[in-house]
């Protein structure tokens, strides 16, 4: 009778969660909420939000994000678990920082369409306000072309909510999700009357904060 089964880690993670109250309300809002009017006014938009979305990636009205002193805290946080963060991923424990941050906000029927993050280590998408039905992460199937088969044979796929290639991330306030630059990835379409906001920050190797 099999009674051990011992679990061999050959590949890294793809996606590493965390847990940050942000105090949104009183904390992120009011600063966040004035970074987007003043993106939403430019000509310039950001392709990869469609629908009622809008994005600072471009524009920052405040500076970027992780230079606001209301998320110096949170970067210390980051920062403290940034060995066991790296270890998961299979990364060098060196130097590795910011390069860059921003905020997007999603009301009913926005999303953010799929991407990744050329020439970034790590992304930490970080769930400032995640009211429910404003949706979830999608990320892509790294493998999709070599599972072909196990999606029509294999039980999990039958029994998860699964929509090869796409593998949902179930997110809610709070969540700080953490995964490789070059993983694919997209938001659900929002479904919610309440605002959903979300923080990205970019960590790259070698790069000194601003």
């Known amino acids: 009778m099999l009674n051990h089964i011992e679990k061999i880690k050959i590949i890294p993670e793809l996606v590493v969660k965390l847990y940050y109250d942000f105090e949104f309300e009183s ?6 909420d004035e970074s987007i009017e003043f993106s939403r006014n430019r000509k310039e938009k950001v392709p990869l939000e469609q629908g009622n979305a809008v994005s600072t990636v471009i524009h920052n ?9 209301e998320n110096r805290k949170f970067i210390q946080f980051l920062n403290a678990n940034m ?3 790296l270890k998961e991923f299979g990364l060098a424990d ?4 910011v390069s860059n941050s921003w905020v997007n906000k999603h009301s ?28 979830n992460l999608l990320v892509r199937d790294p493998l999709e072309y070599h599972r072909w088969h196990d999606v029509i044979e294999n039980a999990y796929f039958q029994k998860q909510k699964y929509r090869h290639p796409w593998i949902e991330v179930p997110v809610q306030t ?9 993983l694919n990835h997209k ?3 929002s479904e919610s009357d309440v605002d959903r906001y979300v923080m ?11």
Not at 61 to 69: C, D, F, I, M
Request: with cysteine; charged share 20%.
């Open 61 to 69: 009205a405040n500076g970027q994000p992780h230079t606001w002193q």
């Open 200 to 210: 990205t920050t970019n960590l790259k190797y070698g790069v000194s904060r601003r």
């Open 187 to 189: 938001t659900e379409k």
């Open 83 to 85: 060995p066991y963060i």
């Open 174 to 182: 709070n969540d700080v999700l953490i995964f490789p630059g070059w």
């Open 108 to 135: 009913r029927g926005g999303e953010t369409t799929e991407h990744m993050h050329e020439f970034v280590d790590l992304v930490v998408s970080s769930y400032l306000f995640c009211p429910e039905g404003s949706g």
């Open 94 to 97: 060196q130097h590795i920082t």
């Open 27 to 32: 904390n992120l809002k009011i600063k966040c």
